[in-house]
T-cell receptor, first 116, second 114 residues
Framework: AQKVTQAQTEISVVEKEDVTLDCVYE???????LFWYKQPPSGELVFLIR????DEQNEISGRYSWNFQKSTSSFNFTITASQVVDSAVYFC?????????????WGAGTKLIIKP | DAGVTQSPTHLIKTRGQQVTLRCSPI?????VSWYQQVLGQGPQFIFQ???????GRGNFPDRFSARQFPNYSSELNVNALLLGDSALYLC?????????????FGQGTRLTVV
Protein backbone atom coordinates (compact mmCIF):
# COMPACT_ATOMS: atom_id res chain seq x y z
CA ALA A 1 0.00 0.00 0.00
CA GLN A 2 1.15 3.52 -0.63
CA LYS A 3 2.42 5.56 2.27
CA VAL A 4 4.27 8.80 2.92
CA THR A 5 6.33 9.31 6.06
CA GLN A 6 7.57 12.62 7.34
CA ALA A 7 9.40 11.62 10.47
CA GLN A 8 10.17 15.16 11.61
CA THR A 9 7.13 16.47 13.42
CA GLU A 10 8.61 19.88 14.15
CA ILE A 11 11.88 21.64 13.31
CA SER A 12 13.04 24.91 14.80
CA VAL A 13 16.01 26.84 13.43
CA VAL A 14 17.35 30.35 13.58
CA GLU A 15 16.93 32.56 10.56
CA LYS A 16 19.57 32.15 7.82
CA GLU A 17 20.28 28.55 8.76
CA ASP A 18 19.79 25.82 6.16
CA VAL A 19 17.15 23.22 6.92
CA THR A 20 16.20 19.90 5.30
CA LEU A 21 12.77 18.32 5.54
CA ASP A 22 12.69 14.58 5.03
CA CYS A 23 10.12 12.60 3.07
CA VAL A 24 10.12 8.83 2.60
CA TYR A 25 7.49 7.11 0.51
CA GLU A 26 6.28 3.59 -0.19
CA UNK A 27 4.70 2.47 -3.43
CA UNK A 28 4.47 -0.62 -5.58
CA UNK A 29 3.76 1.38 -8.69
CA UNK A 30 6.58 2.08 -11.14
CA UNK A 31 4.98 5.33 -12.26
CA UNK A 32 4.14 7.79 -9.56
CA UNK A 33 4.24 11.48 -8.73
CA LEU A 34 5.65 13.24 -5.71
CA PHE A 35 4.66 16.65 -4.45
CA TRP A 36 5.59 19.19 -1.81
CA TYR A 37 3.09 21.68 -0.46
CA LYS A 38 3.43 24.50 2.06
CA GLN A 39 0.64 25.34 4.49
CA PRO A 40 1.08 28.70 6.21
CA PRO A 41 -1.07 29.61 9.24
CA SER A 42 -3.76 30.94 6.88
CA GLY A 43 -4.50 27.32 6.00
CA GLU A 44 -4.26 27.40 2.22
CA LEU A 45 -2.02 24.71 0.74
CA VAL A 46 0.54 26.19 -1.63
CA PHE A 47 2.00 24.00 -4.38
CA LEU A 48 5.80 23.93 -4.42
CA ILE A 49 6.89 21.14 -6.72
CA ARG A 50 5.76 18.03 -8.62
CA UNK A 51 8.17 15.32 -9.69
CA UNK A 52 7.42 12.13 -11.62
CA UNK A 53 9.15 8.85 -10.90
CA UNK A 54 11.15 8.90 -14.11
CA ASP A 55 12.79 12.22 -13.39
CA GLU A 56 15.44 11.86 -10.72
CA GLN A 57 17.13 15.15 -11.43
CA ASN A 58 17.47 17.36 -8.44
CA GLU A 59 15.76 20.70 -8.72
CA ILE A 60 16.65 24.13 -7.43
CA SER A 61 14.29 27.08 -7.29
CA GLY A 62 15.79 30.07 -5.57
CA ARG A 63 16.42 29.13 -1.95
CA TYR A 64 14.50 25.86 -2.36
CA SER A 65 16.01 22.60 -3.58
CA TRP A 66 14.73 19.04 -3.80
CA ASN A 67 16.69 15.79 -3.73
CA PHE A 68 14.83 12.82 -5.24
CA GLN A 69 16.47 9.42 -4.69
CA LYS A 70 14.56 6.36 -5.88
CA SER A 71 17.13 4.04 -4.34
CA THR A 72 16.13 5.18 -0.87
CA SER A 73 12.53 6.17 -1.74
CA SER A 74 13.16 9.67 -0.52
CA PHE A 75 12.21 13.11 -1.75
CA ASN A 76 13.82 15.59 0.60
CA PHE A 77 13.36 19.34 0.60
CA THR A 78 16.04 21.85 1.59
CA ILE A 79 15.61 25.53 2.33
CA THR A 80 18.82 27.49 2.14
CA ALA A 81 19.28 30.64 4.21
CA SER A 82 15.89 30.25 5.86
CA GLN A 83 13.68 33.27 6.51
CA VAL A 84 10.91 33.89 9.02
CA VAL A 85 8.38 33.81 6.16
CA ASP A 86 9.31 30.17 5.56
CA SER A 87 7.59 29.26 8.83
CA ALA A 88 4.76 26.90 7.93
CA VAL A 89 3.76 23.25 7.86
CA TYR A 90 5.25 21.43 4.90
CA PHE A 91 3.60 18.36 3.40
CA CYS A 92 4.98 15.72 1.10
CA UNK A 93 2.44 13.78 -1.01
CA UNK A 94 2.35 10.83 -3.39
CA UNK A 95 0.08 9.89 -6.27
CA UNK A 96 0.24 6.58 -8.11
CA UNK A 97 -0.49 6.29 -11.81
CA UNK A 98 -2.47 3.10 -11.29
CA UNK A 99 -4.61 4.49 -8.51
CA UNK A 100 -8.11 4.68 -9.96
CA UNK A 101 -9.03 7.19 -7.29
CA UNK A 102 -6.38 9.59 -8.54
CA UNK A 103 -5.88 10.63 -4.94
CA UNK A 104 -2.96 12.28 -3.23
CA UNK A 105 -1.57 10.40 -0.24
CA TRP A 106 -0.17 12.85 2.27
CA GLY A 107 2.44 12.68 4.97
CA ALA A 108 1.62 14.02 8.41
CA GLY A 109 3.56 17.20 7.74
CA THR A 110 6.57 18.88 9.30
CA LYS A 111 6.05 22.11 11.19
CA LEU A 112 8.94 24.45 10.45
CA ILE A 113 9.61 27.32 12.82
CA ILE A 114 12.12 29.95 11.77
CA LYS A 115 13.19 32.18 14.66
CA PRO A 116 14.44 35.70 13.96
CA ASP B 1 -7.34 35.02 -12.62
CA ALA B 2 -9.12 34.13 -9.43
CA GLY B 3 -7.82 31.18 -7.47
CA VAL B 4 -9.88 28.43 -5.94
CA THR B 5 -12.64 29.93 -3.84
CA GLN B 6 -14.50 28.16 -1.06
CA SER B 7 -17.50 29.22 0.94
CA PRO B 8 -18.20 29.68 3.72
CA THR B 9 -14.84 30.17 5.41
CA HIS B 10 -16.12 29.20 8.84
CA LEU B 11 -19.16 27.28 9.94
CA ILE B 12 -20.55 26.07 13.24
CA LYS B 13 -23.13 23.29 13.21
CA THR B 14 -24.85 21.11 15.78
CA ARG B 15 -24.57 17.33 15.87
CA GLY B 16 -27.09 15.70 13.58
CA GLN B 17 -27.39 18.66 11.25
CA GLN B 18 -26.50 18.73 7.59
CA VAL B 19 -23.96 21.02 5.91
CA THR B 20 -23.13 22.03 2.34
CA LEU B 21 -19.73 23.38 1.41
CA ARG B 22 -19.05 25.07 -1.91
CA CYS B 23 -16.04 25.34 -4.17
CA SER B 24 -15.31 27.23 -7.38
CA PRO B 25 -12.26 25.97 -9.27
CA ILE B 26 -9.77 27.98 -11.23
CA UNK B 27 -11.09 28.90 -14.67
CA UNK B 28 -10.21 26.17 -17.15
CA UNK B 29 -9.79 23.49 -14.51
CA UNK B 30 -12.14 20.55 -14.90
CA UNK B 31 -11.15 18.52 -11.85
CA VAL B 32 -12.21 19.24 -8.29
CA SER B 33 -11.17 17.24 -5.26
CA TRP B 34 -12.23 17.44 -1.65
CA TYR B 35 -10.04 16.74 1.37
CA GLN B 36 -10.63 16.70 5.10
CA GLN B 37 -7.82 17.92 7.32
CA VAL B 38 -8.01 17.32 11.04
CA LEU B 39 -5.81 19.56 13.17
CA GLY B 40 -2.23 18.35 13.24
CA GLN B 41 -2.64 15.85 10.42
CA GLY B 42 -2.25 15.73 6.68
CA PRO B 43 -5.29 16.03 4.40
CA GLN B 44 -7.41 12.93 3.81
CA PHE B 45 -8.93 12.37 0.39
CA ILE B 46 -12.73 12.41 0.23
CA PHE B 47 -13.79 12.76 -3.43
CA GLN B 48 -12.55 13.68 -6.85
CA UNK B 49 -14.78 14.86 -9.69
CA UNK B 50 -13.75 15.33 -13.28
CA UNK B 51 -16.03 16.55 -16.02
CA UNK B 52 -18.99 16.28 -13.62
CA UNK B 53 -18.42 12.61 -12.89
CA UNK B 54 -17.10 11.05 -9.72
CA UNK B 55 -13.63 9.72 -10.40
CA GLY B 56 -12.58 8.70 -6.96
CA ARG B 57 -13.84 8.26 -3.45
CA GLY B 58 -11.85 7.95 -0.25
CA ASN B 59 -12.64 5.96 2.85
CA PHE B 60 -15.47 8.11 4.17
CA PRO B 61 -18.99 7.05 5.17
CA ASP B 62 -22.04 7.52 2.97
CA ARG B 63 -22.95 10.59 5.01
CA PHE B 64 -20.47 12.36 2.76
CA SER B 65 -21.58 13.13 -0.78
CA ALA B 66 -20.59 15.57 -3.48
CA ARG B 67 -21.40 16.71 -6.96
CA GLN B 68 -19.94 18.84 -9.71
CA PHE B 69 -21.96 21.24 -11.78
CA PRO B 70 -21.73 22.10 -15.52
CA ASN B 71 -19.60 25.13 -14.68
CA TYR B 72 -17.23 22.77 -12.80
CA SER B 73 -18.03 24.21 -9.38
CA SER B 74 -18.66 21.64 -6.70
CA GLU B 75 -20.55 21.05 -3.48
CA LEU B 76 -19.67 18.74 -0.62
CA ASN B 77 -22.57 17.62 1.58
CA VAL B 78 -22.26 16.02 4.96
CA ASN B 79 -25.37 14.62 6.66
CA ALA B 80 -25.97 13.68 10.28
CA LEU B 81 -22.93 15.57 11.49
CA LEU B 82 -20.76 14.07 14.20
CA LEU B 83 -18.33 15.81 16.51
CA GLY B 84 -15.54 14.02 14.66
CA ASP B 85 -16.47 15.81 11.43
CA SER B 86 -14.97 18.99 12.85
CA ALA B 87 -12.08 19.79 10.52
CA LEU B 88 -10.77 22.01 7.77
CA TYR B 89 -12.32 21.00 4.45
CA LEU B 90 -10.14 21.76 1.49
CA CYS B 91 -11.08 21.94 -2.14
CA UNK B 92 -8.47 21.56 -4.88
CA UNK B 93 -8.74 22.13 -8.59
CA UNK B 94 -6.52 20.87 -11.37
CA UNK B 95 -6.58 20.80 -15.15
CA UNK B 96 -6.65 17.05 -15.30
CA UNK B 97 -6.98 14.27 -12.77
CA UNK B 98 -5.63 15.04 -9.37
CA UNK B 99 -2.18 13.63 -8.95
CA UNK B 100 -1.26 13.93 -12.61
CA UNK B 101 -0.87 17.66 -12.54
CA UNK B 102 -0.39 20.16 -9.78
CA UNK B 103 -3.46 20.86 -7.69
CA UNK B 104 -4.33 24.32 -6.42
CA PHE B 105 -6.13 24.61 -3.12
CA GLY B 106 -8.65 27.01 -1.71
CA GLN B 107 -8.35 28.55 1.73
CA GLY B 108 -10.66 25.91 3.15
CA THR B 109 -13.85 25.84 5.18
CA ARG B 110 -13.36 25.44 8.91
CA LEU B 111 -16.27 23.32 10.16
CA THR B 112 -16.93 23.06 13.86
CA VAL B 113 -19.55 20.60 15.08
CA VAL B 114 -20.82 21.18 18.62
Amino acid sequence: AQKVTQAQTEISVVEKEDVTLDCVYETRDTTYYLFWYKQPPSGELVFLIRRNSFDEQNEISGRYSWNFQKSTSSFNFTITASQVVDSAVYFCALSEAQDSNYQLIWGAGTKLIIKP
Amino acid sequence: DAGVTQSPTHLIKTRGQQVTLRCSPISGHKSVSWYQQVLGQGPQFIFQYYEKEERGRGNFPDRFSARQFPNYSSELNVNALLLGDSALYLCASSREGQGRTEAFFGQGTRLTVV
